[in-house]
């Protein structure tokens, strides 16, 4: 049977639904006058069209998982801070150094070779030449990011 002819049909069907629901509403509508007041009508039988299709769950989306980007890791030094206190790895041996430029840290972050590989960045409150206090450690390692 072609598309046209069956687009067809289904619509006559259809306009014949519609003309039953309505003969059915009128003979409602008629008892209820009859007797002045609303009838108990039975609710009609359940029919296929009211069924409503039962949708699939979708599977749960794994959520991608967001790098914190360099610039929010490395964040200005605030009130009792006075620099970053730096350690990384030059060859074999580690160093720490103290810097107080941000874009030179946040420059450094993902520079990673063979000789040259950053631990840790954390800000301090210095006292003295060789005294200090830590305040926040704001990355280390472990921590992964995006540029």
Not at 22 to 51: D, H, M, Q, Y
Not at 134 to 140: F, G, K, P, R, S
Request: glycine share 2%; proline share 5%; with cysteine.
């Amino acid at each position: 049977m072609s598309d046209l002819k069956q687009e067809r049909q289904i619509h006559r069907l259809l306009l014949q639904r519609e003309r039953e629901f309505t003969a059915v509403w009128r003979v409602e509508c008629e008892v209820n006058k009859i007797l002045g007041a609303g009838f108990p009508f039975e609710s009609p039988p359940l029919l296929p069209s009211s069924k409503k299709p039962v949708k699939k769950k979708a599977a749960p989306r794994k959520r991608a998982v967001r790098l914190a980007k360099v610039a929010t890791l490395i964040r200005p030094l605030q009130d009792l801070e006075n620099a970053y206190k730096v350690t990384y790895t030059c060859g074999s041996d580690s160093y720490e150094s103290v810097h107080v430029d941000t874009a030179l840290i946040r420059q450094l972050l993902p520079l990673k070779t063979d000789s040259f590989t950053m631990r840790k960045v954390e800000t301090i409150q210095l006292f003295g030449k060789a005294e200090h206090t830590v305040c926040a450690e704001l990355w280390n390692e472990s921590v992964k990011f995006q540029v």
